[in-house]
């Protein structure tokens, strides 16, 4: 059984960074993608980011809101990935997700019912 699991994210002030990691055990073999999926209070989920090996390749996508402050990279040995948040808004607040796709196809990146195993959560509060 797939189990992801989180670690980074708490508090900072606006315009700050935070780095996340998630980490996948149980695996027998790689995922089709990973990605970040985030939930504020009162809002529905939010795909934020979105890696997966295509062609050969490694492909990103990231959501419109945070293009251009998050990154996300992949170590495919460690089976971990690493999102990186920089220039953090109050409106990033939100308990952040990870989350992957295992024997199935995921057609839309950053569409969270893509994914069908996800971690705890982790909470990130972004301050004025």
């Known amino acids: 059984q797939v189990q992801l699991v989180e670690s980074g994210g708490g508090s900072v002030q606006a315009g700050g960074s935070l780095g996340l990691s998630c980490t996948a055990s149980?695996?027998?073999?790689?995922?089709?993608?990973m990605g970040w999926v985030r939930q504020a209070p009162g809002k529905k989920r939010e795909g934020v980011a979105h890696i997966e090996r295509a062609g050969g390749s490694t492909v990103t996508h990231y959501a419109d809101s945070v293009k251009g402050r998050f990154t996300i990279a992949q170590d495919t040995a460690k089976n971990t990935v690493y999102p990186q948040m920089n220039s953090l808004k109050p409106e990033d607040t939100a308990v952040y997700y990870c989350?992957?796709?295992?024997?199935?196809?995921?057609?839309?990146?950053?569409?969270?019912?893509?994914?069908?195993?996800w971690g705890q959560g982790t909470q990130v509060t972004v301050s004025s």
């Open positions: 989350a992957g796709a295992w024997g199935i196809a995921t057609l839309y990146p950053l569409e969270p019912s893509g994914y069908n195993y």
């Open positions: 149980g695996v027998t073999y790689r995922s089709n993608c």
